[in-house]
T-cell receptor, first 115, second 113 residues
Framework: GAGVSQSPSNKVTEKGKDVELRCDPI?????LYWYRQSLGQGLEFLIY????????KSGLPSDRFSAERTGGSVSTLTIQRTQQEDSAVYLC?????????????FGPGTRLTVL | TQLLEQSPQFLSIQEGENLTVYCNSS?????LQWYRQEPGEGPVLLVT?????EVKKLKRLTFQFGDARKDSSLHITAAQPGDTGLYLC?????????????FGQGTILTVHP
């Protein structure tokens, strides 16, 4: 079956421009997460959507970052007025909310380079 | 300050050797997961441990959750080049949004043939 997909796979932009990153979660998964990963490093939590509940935005690093999830499925992460320190791989994950292991299934990521 | 500290950060060994990766914290976790990530791909879940003292085995990989649920280890026996990758531990923090994970900074493992 289809896994989590993300687009674009690579994005190069100039400092100050806005970018939109897209995530298509696994069908039926109610939870969706965005993370940021710097080269060879661990994952930094950004935002978490669960069903129709208000998202947990506690990881967003500044007000230049925002995310939406439309219809409980596709999500878009928007970064306004990009800065060089925004360069990283942005990973999306989805999961079935259960009372157990909460396995998160990750997409391949979008590599963002801000020149 | 990293909530989950992984060690070592880098590990370069020969095929056939054994190795252990550690994941430590001063915080208690409701559960702890280990992921493996290859270049250009997202992390893939290897195991979840939820009970203090729990030991799980996955072929040549052995995972242990500390009795106090503050630390975990991953032991690989007779490492193979196919084990090469970034290993990440991630913990669920009690009292936070369900499903929200805190990740360690990762251990980059290279197994040479």
């Amino acid at each position: 079956g289809a896994g989590v997909s993300q687009s674009p796979s690579n994005k190069v932009t100039e400092k100050g421009k806005d970018v939109e990153l897209r995530c298509d979660p696994i069908s039926g998964h109610t939870a969706l997460y965005w993370y940021r990963q710097s080269l060879g490093q661990g994952l930094e939590f950004l935002i978490y959507f669960q069903g129709n509940s208000a998202p947990d935005k506690s990881g967003l690093p500044s007000d230049r970052f925002s995310a939406e999830r439309t219809g409980g499925s596709v999500s878009t992460l928007t970064i306004q007025r990009t800065q060089q320190e925004d360069s990283a791989v942005y990973l999306c994950a989805s999961s079935l909310r259960t009372s157990g292991t909460n396995e998160q299934f990750f997409g391949p990521g979008t590599r963002l380079t801000v020149l | 300050t990293q909530l989950l500290e992984q060690s070592p950060q880098f590990l370069s060994i020969q095929e056939g050797e054994n190795l252990t990766v550690y994941c430590n914290s001063s915080s208690v976790f409701s559960s702890l997961q280990w992921y493996r990530q290859e270049p250009g791909e997202g992390p893939v879940l290897l195991v979840t441990v939820v009970t203090g003292g729990e030991v799980k085995k996955l072929k040549r990989l052995t995972f242990q959750f500390g009795d106090a649920r503050k630390d975990s280890s991953l032991h690989i026996t007779a490492a193979q080049p196919g084990d090469t990758g970034l290993y990440l531990c991630a913990g669920g923090i009690p009292g936070t949004s369900y499903g929200k994970l805190t990740f360690g900074q990762g251990t980059i493992l290279t197994v040479h043939p």
